[in-house]
């Protein structure tokens, strides 16, 4: 998971930047990352880069992630970001920057030429970086960042292993996928693994639920304190839980299993289904290339409203405000995400584009992501978002029902409680 910045560090950066002196406008361009596993081919196109353009881009890694965010904190109350970064966190930390002028508004550049950049990425992404008017976060609406690849998490199913137990196709519904689950216990092989020690993780499984179930405005009206947690639609989201326990679908010890260790457990064919990310493609890839599986979303319960699959830009880029290369960098962005580049980037590090028109050259199982973003939501692209402390009750309380220490009632009163405690602070 990557380490939330902290209230009081966005507030000194608030109040300090701006404190240095503005460095000179020059030839070179200075972009921060984290991602190891794309430093490479970032290098290599930065190298094309110069070659056609004459613009030297110097790539720099700070990792791991915890790391990297820290030395983006330093920098800013310094005053010494980069012409280009990310900022690894919530939208609200977004925010701040952008409040504080540290991050480019790009909205004239995306909307150049009958909006040709913008209209060539996927929207959902851009969404991420993207404020709307009357936002809540009092930012004046935008595009403030360049995604550079997609990503979403759907199930995965181990195709040798269906066929063990006599599956042909996967589960398109959530009783189909019960059913196959049992299917594959009786021929001695674990139906179901994923990081749920990771509590995000668990929560995003929880909510596409949440969203087939009841459908957003309910969901929007209990984060608003107009809906319990005790309704009757919540607890049928809690009972998904006592499903996946009672028919013996989950693999023992999955709440205090951390998603790379879950990420082995599938690539080495210790379970039939998973609930990973579209990044896992890379990851299986490394540690079984003969792994043969598909990509689902999770079964739906009710059709009553469509489930939706977490989905938003996997990576991006913001541009430094203060930047005298500032258009150098929107530039250098725009090329970066361009189609061609985005080909590149797609297959030597099997992450899915940002770009649609780059659709065409992915993988089948990066192809089979793909199909899932259409279906796509994310909490920074929602209205609002849950209360911090009422989202960790809610995920524990998920977790204690998997082990059978609380029921669903149980653990909607327990939901609730904090609810009320933090609606009465005023949170």
Not at 27 to 45: A, E, F, S, V
Not at 169 to 177: A, M
Not at 357 to 382: C, R, Y
């Amino acid at each position: 998971m990557r380490k939330l910045i902290t209230l009081c560090s966005c507030l000194m950066l608030i109040a300090l930047a701006g404190c240095s002196q503005t460095p000179k406008a020059s030839n070179k361009i200075i972009l921060w990352h984290w991602m190891t596993d794309r430093n490479d081919t970032l290098q290599k196109l930065a190298q094309q880069y110069q070659q056609e353009t004459g613009i030297e881009v110097s790539i720099q890694l700070y990792a791991p992630s915890e790391s990297y965010s820290q030395k983006v904190i330093a920098a800013a109350q310094a005053n010494v970001l980069p012409d280009i970064y990310g900022i690894l966190d919530k939208k609200s930390i977004v925010a701040d920057f952008i409040k504080a002028g540290l991050v480019a508004d790009l909205t004239n550049a995306m909307d150049a030429d009958g909006s040709r950049w913008k209209n060539s990425l996927f929207d959902k992404a851009l969404a991420d970086r993207r404020f709307d008017a009357g936002n809540i976060y009092g930012v004046t609406p935008g595009i403030f960042g360049v995604p550079i690849d997609v990503s979403n998490e759907q199930m995965l199913y181990n195709k040798k292993l269906l066929s063990k137990a006599g599956i042909s196709t996967p589960p398109k519904t959530f009783d189909e996928f019960i059913k196959d689950s049992q299917a594959l216990s009786r021929v001695g092989v674990i139906p179901f693994v994923s990081g749920w020690g990771e509590l995000w993780l668990l929560d995003c499984f929880a909510s596409n639920y949440a969203f087939n179930i009841m459908g957003e405005e309910k969901i929007f009206a209990t984060y608003r304190g107009q809906i319990k947690y005790t309704d009757p639609d919540w607890i049928k989201v809690f009972n998904v839980f006592v499903a996946l326990r009672d028919k013996g679908v989950l693999m023992d010890g999955i709440v205090t299993k951390g998603n790379k260790y879950a990420e082995q457990d599938f690539a080495l064919e210790r379970a039939a289904f998973t609930f990973n990310g579209s990044w896992c493609v890379n990851v299986y890839h490394n540690m079984n290339p003969n792994l043969d599986y598909g990509v689902i979303p999770p079964p739906p319960i009710s059709s009553m409203h469509t489930l939706k699959i977490w989905g938003s830009a996997g990576s991006s880029f913001v541009v430094n405000a203060g930047s005298p290369n500032k258009d150098k960098a929107i530039a250098f962005l725009k090329w970066l995400t361009a189609k061609e580049q985005q080909v590149i980037l797609a297959q030597e590090t099997s992450n899915l584009p940002s770009n649609k028109e780059a659709l065409s050259v992915i993988s089948s199982i990066l192809g089979e992501f793909a199909k899932g973003m259409d279906q796509s939501t994310h909490p920074n692209i929602w209205p609002l978002n849950e209360d911090p402390l009422v989202s960790e009750a809610f995920d524990r309380g998920l977790q204690a029902i998997i082990i059978g220490e609380r029921t669903p009632q149980q653990v909607a009163l327990d939901v609730q409680t904090v609810k009320d405690r933090q609606m009465a602070k005023g949170h």
